[in-house]
């Protein structure tokens, strides 16, 4: 076993403890982030949702004009849809970890049998879970930061809407 040296040094079966606690709770960690910034994409779709609404009865009202419309509606959307991408699941098939099928990742794991899991996980082992747990978090890292550098996108083009709008209201524009 090449890293008996390390777990003697660490602590023996605590260190192997320490490390699959570690992986399972940065998994966790992960995911948390990935409800986050789905809760974040879906508020912010809702708040789009009711701003268009007013925007379209002030011009049903003749309060703007179409072309003032225009210019209002299109950071909306461009916010609206950052966001609407933020929510799709989207896993990365140009990276090197995703060749390898993994066994706790849902998009590798809704590919493979129950039975061929089950088989894998009881030939698997410490450092093949290792491995897989790394393969992981690395595959949730990638899916985050694409979903923030969106979620980004959609609150700058948001912010950029209300401030327009704002701008518009209080020059006559």
Known sequence: MKNAGIRKRSGGANFDQL????????VQHQQGLIEFSDQKANIL????????????????????????LVLLIAPFIVAGYSAFLALL??????????????????????RIESSKISKALMEASVQ?????????IKA????????????????LAFVVGVLAKVYMSFTNF
């Not at 490390?19 to 940065?26: F, G, M, Q, W």
């Not at 379209?56 to 003749?62: E, Q």
């Not at 990365?92 to 809704?110: D, E, I, P, R």
């Not at 093949?128 to 992981?136: I, L």
């Open 19 to 26: 490390v699959s606690d570690y992986l399972i709770a940065t």
């Open 45 to 68: 779709l809702g708040l789009i949702g009711i701003i268009l609404s007013v925007f379209i009865k002030d011009l049903m009202g003749g309060i703007i004009n179409s072309w003032q």
């Open 89 to 110: 699941p989207r896993s990365s098939t140009s990276s090197s970890f995703s060749s390898k099928l993994s066994l706790f990742y849902y998009g590798s794991a809704s």
């Open 128 to 136: 093949d879970v290792y491995g897989d747990y790394t393969n992981t």
């Open 140 to 155: 949730l890292a990638i899916l985050n930061e694409r979903k923030f550098r969106y979620i980004r996108l959609a609150y």
